[in-house]
């Protein structure tokens, strides 16, 4: 799966993130942090690891099965799940 946006977010139901919000932000051309907390926890305790954006993380996200969500609901989501990331930050960086 190719990502069409450097600022991806949703749920994965699958996997072992299933059951979490998931963050992808687009670092460089190639490379991807990926943020993860209990869907259910909103404030929990991010988890937070970097992919390169080939085969192993398009692996990765079919194995997750992420319900993602519009682009229009980026902010919300971010603020409501990621309380020590700042939503205007991650998007403004990234033109959205």
Same mark, same amino acid.
């Given at each position: 799966m190719l990502l069409d946006s450097s600022v991806r977010g949703g749920r994965a139901t699958a996997g072992d993130l299933a059951g979490r919000a998931v963050l %992808?932000? %687009?670092?460089? &051309?190639? !490379?991807? *942090?990926?943020h993860d907390v209990p869907w259910d926890e909103p404030g929990?305790?991010?988890?937070?690891? !970097?992919? &390169?954006? #080939?085969? *192993?993380?398009?692996?990765?996200? #079919? *194995?997750w099965a992420i319900e993602w969500i519009p682009s229009? *609901? %980026?902010r919300t989501f971010i603020d409501e799940h990621f309380h020590d990331l700042e939503s205007d930050h991650v998007l403004r960086d990234r033109g959205l």
């Open positions: %992808l932000v %687009l670092l460089s &051309p190639s !490379f991807w *942090e990926v929990a305790e991010c988890t937070d690891s !970097f992919w &390169p954006g #080939d085969e *192993e993380l398009n692996a990765a996200l #079919d *194995e229009s *609901e %980026l």
